[in-house]
């Protein structure tokens, strides 16, 4: 059962304009959502988060959006640059015990931004 | 500020070998760690997480096992490797939700 679920596996846009990448969840019991870049043969980048008590959360090009109602987080990118052109994955944490959190990825999107 | 490190970056070992891939942070204390998995064309697998020295918790059973020995030390091995053991490796660690990644550990076991 996947709890977290980035249905486009790809996305491709044009230097300059929106990139938006979108997440869907199940569980209801995840308080924390984060989204991560990766580039090949890399690990993974912590890109933004947001708490599940707000509904955007913005730094520089990237805002996050939740949806909780719908369960639904979006990644926005704008403008798009062509370094921008990597896998993101969306991830929900729950807290498990003492100083650890339970953290689910879906599978990715990979972005290509072209000039 | 933290870094974490990995090492080997690229591992070519024949079916039966054994396996060890070592994860070190530096600037903090008393870190959760984690090894997770990314096989071809897949998602992040988390393998097993460790909240102090010689507490391992597993999170999918297999032929691999993890042991912290030293507060910033994690370690991945096993004893016979397996061509399903091929894949991109993956180190981390954690004082929130939030985790940050080492470089990776390409594996290709033939």
């Known amino acids: 059962d996947q709890q977290v679920k980035q249905n486009s596996p790809s996305l491709s846009v044009q230097e300059g304009r929106i990139s938006i990448l979108n997440c869907d969840y199940t569980?209801?019991?995840?308080?924390?959502f984060l989204w991560y870049k990766k580039y090949p043969a890399e690990g993974p980048t912590f890109l933004i988060s947001?708490?599940?008590?707000?509904d955007k959360n913005e730094d520089g090009r990237f805002t996050v959006f939740l949806n909780k109602s719908a369960k639904h987080l979006s990644l926005h990118i704008v403008p798009s640059q062509p370094g921008d052109s990597a896998v993101y994955f969306c991830a929900a944490s729950v807290p498990s015990g003492g100083s650890n959190y339970k953290l689910t990825f879906g599978k990715g999107t990979l972005l290509t931004v072209n000039p | 500020s933290q870094t974490i490190h990995q090492w080997p970056a690229t591992l070519v070992q024949p079916v039966g070998s054994p396996l060890s891939l070592e994860c070190t942070v530096e600037?903090?204390?008393?870190?959760?760690l984690y090894w997770y998995r990314q096989a071809a064309g897949r998602g992040l697998q988390l393998l097993f997480y460790s909240i102090g020295i010689g507490q391992i918790s597993s999170e999918v059973p297999q032929n691999l096992s993890a042991s912290r020995p030293q507060d910033r030390q994690f370690i991945l091995s096993s004893k016979k490797l397996l061509l399903s053991d091929s894949g991109f490796y993956l180190c981390?660690?954690?004082?929130?939700?939030?985790?940050?990644f080492g470089p990776g550990t390409r594996l290709l076991v033939l």
């Open positions: 600037g903090t204390s008393n870190p959760n």
């Open positions: 947001i708490s599940s008590i707000k």
């Open positions: 569980n209801s019991m995840f308080d924390y």
């Open positions: 981390a660690w954690s004082a929130s939700s939030v985790r940050y």
